[in-house]
């Protein structure tokens, strides 16, 4: 079958399956397969595509996440191994990192920590984009923390990985950073979210637990929806100053930072 042939037939299963972005999808899927890029497969599209796509495009359309049919996923510099055992990095998130690296100007070799590291996501690309900085990531789960690890051995980036809760905040730091679980519920969330792990997903009140917690001069929380100006509000009541609310990529207020 050809790549034109393969991508309108791929396409049109994920479609049928209730997947937003089929054509997308699809071709995510094909360039994975082929060992090229999703631009590359329009430069031939009467080349043979093979019959390796079936397998991925049954569990896609499961409504299997993207990012662990495909078993990696771009995170700013950085390509992460992604499977269930850790939440997908997600574009928002790279906000978090962005205003991370923003605030740690100027502090020379900074001691940061991230709270709920999954795959280690954010703590890793701190560390790429940062060499000086001594990074600890912490996670309840020992699934994600030896995803985490995974990572960081394939990156050649030396990071702390140890097992622990928001209870090392209170350690001493320049830095703390943590997008935590922060919806109420999975009843309405997408099948793919379902798919994920529930206790790096489902939470509540973990950003004021970790902002009483922190001993830092800097904080960094990625939020959820419609919850910015109550965590914000919350830093201030905590004591923190230069409360800062930041917009994703998408316009939603999804990072709220303080200092001390």
Aim: aromatic content about 4%.
């Amino acid at each position: 079958m050809t790549v034109r042939n393969a991508l309108a037939e791929i396409e049109g299963r994920l479609a049928a399956a209730g997947i937003d972005t089929p054509r997308v999808d699809a071709e995510w899927i094909l360039a994975h397969v082929l060992g090229t890029t999703r631009s590359a497969l329009y430069v031939d599209l009467d080349r043979d595509a093979g019959e390796d796509w079936r397998a991925l495009v049954e569990r896609r359309a499961a409504r299997e996440p993207l990012a662990y049919v495909l078993g990696e996923w771009g995170f700013r510099r950085l390509t992460l191994k992604t499977d269930a055992r850790a939440l997908v990095p997600r574009p928002e998130t790279e906000t978090a990192v962005e205003r991370a690296l923003a605030l740690l100007v100027g502090t020379p070799e900074p001691k940061v920590l991230d709270i709920g590291t999954g795959s280690g996501a954010i703590a890793l690309a701190l560390k790429d984009e940062r060499p000086d900085a001594r990074v600890t990531a912490v996670d309840v789960s020992p699934d994600a923390l030896a995803l985490a690890r995974e990572n960081a051995e394939r990156l050649g980036l030396d990071i702390e990985l140890r097992q622990a809760g928001l209870e090392a905040a209170g350690e001493g730091w320049d830095l703390v950073i943590s997008n935590p679980p922060y919806i109420e519920t999975l009843d309405n969330m997408q099948p793919e979210v379902r798919r994920e792990p529930e206790l790096a997903v489902v939470g509540r009140g973990f950003h004021e637990l970790i902002a009483r917690a922190a001993n830092t001069r800097f904080i960094v929380l990625e939020v959820g929806d419609g919850q910015a100006a109550g965590v914000a509000a919350t830093l201030s009541a905590l004591g923190y100053r230069n409360v800062r609310i930041t917009n994703d990529l998408a316009g939603v207020e999804r990072i709220v930072e303080g200092s001390r």
